[in-house]
């Protein structure tokens, strides 16, 4: 009797470990998926940044583009294009970009996009590939802005729909292995009420 009473403490002990770490990838996975997706695609120390020719449209108004590639070494992160129309003194922000997309690894050239004013207020942005799109605007404010992409080599919204399969998979985890931590813990608790009992006998 007080060997299967160690053994059992003993699994119970060890399945609250698992159970705590376990609660780490389901609370990243959340992270991941429900983390804003960067507007402004600011680098860092592991991304490095190309700032494209700003395109003003003699009004004004200005069209700034840059892109942003990423290394996790020894994994190669995204390489993002962001495409903004603003007033040429102010910076790029969220509220002024109207295109971002996703560059394909590793692809042909030509993934960077063209600026071309066809009036002081028509942008056209022509691009020959694309990865996925994760921003585009028709308009903004007054302006007008028209596409010409020659190949999207995954679908819009693909992304999305990923992240939330992992939202729903972190959230399903995380309450999975709450739950194992409280039955455990409560089982533990019996045990430690019932020992002197068991000491008595």
Known sequence: MPMKFRVGTFARFLLLVVSLIGVVPALFGLYVAIRPVDSLGLAD???????????PNG???VATAHETSCDYAPVHGDDTTYVYIHRAEERDS????????????NGESGQSPRLLWSDNLTLHISVSQVGEITKQLA???QLRISYSIGR?????????RFKVHIAEASFGLLIFMIGIFILTVRS?????????????S
Request: hydrophobic letters at 35%; aromatic letters at 6%.
């Open 94 to 105: 969220a509220k002024s970009l109207v295109f971002r997309f996703e560059n394909i690894p």
């Open 45 to 55: 120390k592991n991304c490095a940044t190309e700032i494209f020719p700003p395109v």
């Open 139 to 141: 308009s903004l404010g």
């Open 188 to 200: 533990l608790r019996k045990e430690r009420a019932a020992s002197p009992l068991l000491e008595r």
């Open 59 to 61: 009004e004004g108004m």
């Open 152 to 160: 999207e080599n995954t679908p819009a919204g693909s992304s999305q």
